[in-house]
């Protein structure tokens, strides 16, 4: 919000200060004093001590008082250069507050700024971290001041070697300068701010993008150019604060981070269209170790640090220039669109660095702005649209993947479906083929053996009609035991026993045998299919017909019960007592009974009932499980 307010002001002061252009004072010659002492740099005191009046010449703005002496910085020794002017007695004298404006000033040292002898404004933090890319914008109708200063002087202590100058100054009204100022303000310190600051917001998002994805290198590098590109430039917009780090170390980093946001970018631009230099990118990375060990601050301090730092950019700049014609080259080949937009921002950052050098050294004139570092935001962009192009690019493949594993997922539905009614036809034809055979074994072992049993009654001329009678109606009752076995029964075994009930009670009742039926419910049993039905009936049915002809009972008493395992049918009567459980010593009624029983997995038992000695009957007893495994 307060970088909007800023640029809002800004807008606002051009729109005025077009208009207010002529009340401006712009000085383009002034004063000049310059003085050396065998001393370190001099504390700016509150009032200024008198100046002689000889020494002084006048000279013209932009001024570079002292050139820089790449390598040679001598330390312990000041140079002091003075700049005065004088306002002239209609603008000292206007009811407007005024203010001195200074849009470049560059030096290893410091700089304060005297109205009439008293301390205006200095500049503030190390000697050569002292934010010198900032403009210098100071009231001259200071409160603790008495009146309006008449002369104005600029102090600028400077290292000798290290190089000093100003760009020209203005003396107007705030309507008049400060959109010069909110201007060159955004330029080089503004913008800046605000690109680092997406910047390392923007590395902070690779990070956590690397971290989940450690084979996505193109992440990881992005973040740590996000890093080189706040420690390249945060001494364009803040002076140093020595509490936080030492001087050395801050120069070392802010002077070698040049270089490793060189080598990052271009490592990145060669991944970006897939290629490996190998040994260009490990002489790059030599060379930047190398220098990196050469300026530690173990070594040298950070006066001399910033003293080789020309050396260090010529070296950088030398690097890059057949670096980047591999990127380009590299781009052009695998028609990366983003790789080649970068790799020219590279090109273009050529000459803006051979222009920052000069102006780092003083060769052209100081009141010019820092280019490459505005140049850094186009990296930026390519960066942030790139990583976007990468992220939509993962949310579209994510989108087809999805689309593609819905269809293949659809796909493999219809052939499991397909497959699955293919298997259930084979089922069907299966069962019906296995229904078949046991409707012709039942025929054939119940209806067909009743009537090859007349037939043969009929072949001996045995035609008496009860025996003939009984003969038929075993056939039909045969019959209607085969046709019964078709209908669904479900799981309920009392369906089925309510069935064979009314098929067997008028047979029963015709040899003279009482039918008793106590029945209680029973659960269902889940896999009581027609052929498992027609075992069962078939078991109960040879049970009622081996007491009906071998027991000679009066009474038959039918009951079910079930416990939470089994389900048992027991059939009771009050004749002659049969223990012929034995499937050994039974007859070929008794086997096909065992037989049935075991096809149910069920259990048959027969127990004689005796009272005072006596057989009174026999208890019958068939045990059903209600679970089957497998079933």
């Known amino acids: 919000m307060k970088i909007v307010r800023l640029l809002l002001s800004l807008w606002l002061c051009c729109l005025a200060g077009h208009a207010a252009a002529e009340e401006a004072m712009h000085i383009v010659r002034i004063e000049r004093l310059i003085q050396s002492a065998d001393a370190s ?37 000041t140079q002091t ?10 603008r000292a004298q206007t009811a407007q507050e005024l203010y001195f404006y200074l849009p470049r000033w560059q030096t290893v040292g410091q700089v304060a700024l005297y109205g009439d002898r ?63 100022y909110y201007t060159r303000m955004a330029l080089q310190v503004y913008v800046l701010l605000a690109t680092g600051i997406a910047f390392l917001g923007l590395g902070l998002f690779c990070l956590g993008v690397w971290r989940k994805r450690r084979h996505e290198i193109l992440y990881l590098l992005c973040f740590l150019a996000s890093l080189c590109f706040a420690g390249r430039y945060l001494h364009y917009v803040t002076p140093l ?27 990145f631009n060669f991944r970006l269209c897939r ?48 670096a980047c014609g591999f990127a380009l080259y590299a781009a052009w080949q695998e028609r990366e669109k983003s790789g080649m937009l970068l790799a020219l921002i590279s090109l ?105 049993g007349m037939m043969r009654m009929v072949d001996r001329g045995d035609l008496q009609s009860e025996r003939l009678k009984t003969a038929l109606q075993d056939s039909i009752d045969e019959l209607r035991l085969t046709i019964d076995s078709l209908e669904p029964v479900g799981s309920d075994i009392s369906v089925l026993l309510a069935g064979l ?68 049918i027991c059939i009771s009567d009050d004749g002659n007592g049969f223990a012929g459980g034995d499937n050994d010593n039974g007859g070929r009624g008794l086997r096909n009974m065992h037989y049935r029983a075991e096809q149910l997995g069920a259990v048959l038992r027969w127990q004689e009932i005796v009272d005072g000695g006596r057989v009174q009957g026999t208890r019958f007893t068939l045990e059903l499980p209600l679970a089957r495994a497998g079933l």
């Open 348 to 452: 273009t950052g050529i000459p803006l660095g051979i222009h920052d050098m000069m102006l780092h050294g003083y060769r052209i004139g100081v009141e010019h702005v820092y280019l490459l570092p505005l140049a850094q935001i186009g990296f930026f962009i390519v960066f942030a649209f790139i990583i976007l192009q990468r992220y939509l690019n993962g949310i579209e493949h994510l989108e087809h993947s999805r689309e593609l594993l819905t269809q293949r997922l659809q796909q493999r539905e219809a052939e499991l479906a397909d497959s699955y009614a293919k298997l259930r036809e084979i089922e069907q034809r299966d069962l019906l083929s296995r229904e078949r055979q046991r409707l012709m074994q039942d025929m054939h072992d119940g209806l067909g053996g009743a009537l090859v």
């Open 118 to 180: 008293w301390l205006l404004w200095r500049s503030s933090g190390d000697p050569v971290w002292n934010g010198f890319n900032q403009p210098v914008w100071v009231t001259l109708d200071a409160p603790e001041m008495t009146r309006r200063p008449q002369v104005v002087l600029l102090r600028m202590d400077s290292v000798p070697g290290a190089g000093a100058g100003i760009s020209t100054a203005w003396v107007g009204p705030r309507s008049a300068l400060a959109w010069r």
């Open 501 to 568: 009930r009314f098929r067997l009670q008028p047979r029963l009742e015709a040899a003279g045998v009482q039918l008793r039926w106590q029945p209680e419910a029973l659960p269902p049993v889940p896999w009581l299919t027609p052929g498992y039905a027609m075992h069962l009936v078939r078991i109960v049915q040879e049970a009622v017909t081996n007491i009906v002809k071998h027991a000679g009972a009066s009474e038959i008493v039918f009951a079910t019960h079930a416990d939470a395992t089994h389900a048992r």
């Open 275 to 322: 290629r490996h230099y190998r040994w260009l990118e490990r002489g790059m990375i030599a060379s930047v170790v190398l220098q990196s060990a050469v300026t530690l601050p173990l070594l040298e301090s950070s006066e001399a640090i910033a003293a080789l730092s020309s050396y260090v950019y010529l070296l950088v700049l030398l690097m890059a220039i057949p």
């Open 81 to 90: 250069t003075w700049y005065r002017f004088t306002l002239d007695a209609q």
């Open 241 to 267: 604060n020595a509490n936080f780090i030492s001087p050395a170390w801050y120069g070392w980093v802010s002077v070698n981070a040049v270089n490793w946001l060189a080598v990052v970018i271009l490592i």
């Open 41 to 77: 740099l001099p504390h700016p005191g509150k009032i200024l001590p008198a100046l002689p009046e000889q020494g002084w010449e006048e000279v013209a703005l932009p001024d570079v008082a002292m050139q820089r002496t790449p390598g040679r910085i001598a330390e312990g020794k």
